[in-house]
Nanobody, 122 residues
Framework: QVQPVESGGGVVQAGGSLRLSCASS????????VGWFRQAPGKERVVVGG????????SFEDSVKGRFTISRDDGENTVCLHMTRLLPEAAAVYHC???????????????WGQGTPVTLSS
C-alpha cells in the first residue's frame, strides 16, 4: 500500500516561494500518478496539479499554471511541488495524493496524505 506523507509546509510571504515534498512510507511511487490538492478553511478541496506515472506529463489547475511545477524522483521515492509567486489564496492545507492515472478529479486518487499547512503572511 502507498502511504503519502507530506512535509515542507509553513509560513511564507505573499509573492514568495515554497517547496512541498511528498514521500511514501509504503510502496514506491513508481508508475503511480501523484498529485496535489489543497483545501482552504471553509472552502472545498481543489486540485493543484499532478504528475503522470511515467513522469512524462504534468498537469495544473489554471490559476497556478506558470507558477507551480512538480518534480519527482522515483529513485528517492519523492515528489515535490514547487510553488512560486504565491498569492494569498494559496493558504491552505496541501494534500499529496496517489492514483492510477493523472486526473483533476479527487475520486481518481486512492491514497491521500494527511496534509501539510501553508500560511501566507502579508
Amino acid at each position: 500500500q502507498v502511504q503519502p506523507v507530506e512535509s515542507g509546509g509553513g509560513v511564507v510571504q505573499a509573492g514568495g516561494s515554497l517547496r512541498l515534498s511528498c514521500a511514501s512510507s509504503g510502496r514506491t511511487f513508481s508508475y503511480y500518478a501523484v498529485g496535489w490538492f489543497r483545501q482552504a478553511p471553509g472552502k472545498e478541496r481543489v486540485v493543484v496539479g499532478g504528475s503522470s506515472g511515467d513522469s512524462r506529463r504534468t498537469s495544473f489547475e489554471d490559476s497556478v499554471k506558470g507558477r507551480f511545477t512538480i518534480s519527482r524522483d522515483d529513485g528517492e521515492n519523492t515528489v515535490c511541488l514547487h510553488m512560486t509567486r504565491l498569492l494569498p489564496e494559496a493558504a491552505a492545507v496541501y494534500h499529496c495524493v496517489v492514483g492510477g492515472r493523472l486526473a483533476h478529479a479527487a475520486k481518481k486518487y486512492l491514497y491521500w496524505g494527511q496534509g501539510t499547512p501553508v500560511t501566507l503572511s502579508s
